[in-house]
């Protein structure tokens, strides 16, 4: 990174608003001078200090760039890194190993998971084996209002099912890292949407070792984008919908709700975009690409959750629960729609790299030219 730091990172990342608001920087931190902000972007907390200024920046310190998945050329040091090769222009979904459709076999999972519950089941197994100590995913709050999501540390089963399931507001998982820090746990599973899924490529290819070390598994989320939660709310409203009655969400070409007197809504999704998340604007990132294994919702049936696997250790965690009888697994060409989706999507994301219109030539080269 030679001599970019806090000031690089800001002036060509968050000015430029190609922050998602993954809070890797602030995860990586290792004086902890950068907060967060309830609009979810990094920001420095020194006293005095303007906004791009930090004093240990200027003194040598670069954590917080080399943490970042959009600091410059990440996509190809992210390649370079977990796979050992660039992507391929035809690779829209990024390199894989494996397509899946699988469904958890435990009922209590199946009961409390979006699709097939496939994320659940991974962190349970991996707890109860003690691959890992803890999980870093995101619970419900009430922080803005009912149903909003904050990043949350689990580590034992009742706190995996009690996490189970999406919400549509932005959850920075990374950020939980903290709670695990104090706790002194040592391996960890991150879930995170796209966006943090791409830490699992940064910390390695740029040697934050600390946390690199922790990371035992990447769990990405397929994502298209996130919503303001006052957002969510007004649409919410305007169909007679109050959120503190949801009690399960849900996005497949419609914004399905559940209700707590059991009844279920849907909404045109459309009536939902005006309120995108700033941070998610420019991200191009659908599938997850540099996770270990990414998972989405999209296909023939509800309950299958569709799986890319894309690293060794992503398989090799696939394997155990395949192989333990807790995952029911078949080849995702059962859903050739399943698959066009996927492809469809993660082009459409790609296309939002602002390539051109970017100042500063450092930021350009992020993004490999995929789209056909
Ligand atoms: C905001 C959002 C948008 C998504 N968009 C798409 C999409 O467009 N297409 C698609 O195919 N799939 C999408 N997904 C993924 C999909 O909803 C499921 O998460 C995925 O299929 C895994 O299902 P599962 O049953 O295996 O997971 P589960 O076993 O239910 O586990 C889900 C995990 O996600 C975590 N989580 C829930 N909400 C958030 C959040 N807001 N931020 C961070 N972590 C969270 C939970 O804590 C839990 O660990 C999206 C998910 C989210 C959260």
Redesign the pocket.
Known sequence: MGEAHWRELYREVVDTGLCTGCAACVMACPRDVLGYTDDYEPVQIGEGMDVDQCVIGDRGCDICTRACPRFRTWESELDQELFGRERERDEVYGIARSLLLTRTTDAG?AE??????????L?IHGLEQDWIEG?L???IVDDRGPFD?AP?LVTDRAG?LA?????????A?PLAMSEAEEQGLKQLAL???SCQASINGTLPARKVNKYNRKIALTIG????K?FTYEGQQKVLADHGIAMEDVVKA??KGRFMVWTRDGGYHEIPLKELHPYTRPGCKLCPD?SAEHADIS????GAEDDW??TIVRTERGEAWMRAVIDAGLIEARPAEDDPVAIKLLEK?SVTSRKRWPVDELDGAAARPGLLPIVP
């Open positions: 999972i409390v998971g979006q699709d097939g519950g496939l994320v659940s089941t962190l999980a995913t995101s619970k999501a949350a995996v996490t189970a399931g999406s919400r549509y507001t932005y959850a998982n879930v995170g949407m989320l397929l994502c298209s996130t849900n996005i659908f998972t989405g919702g999209i959750t569709l999507l």
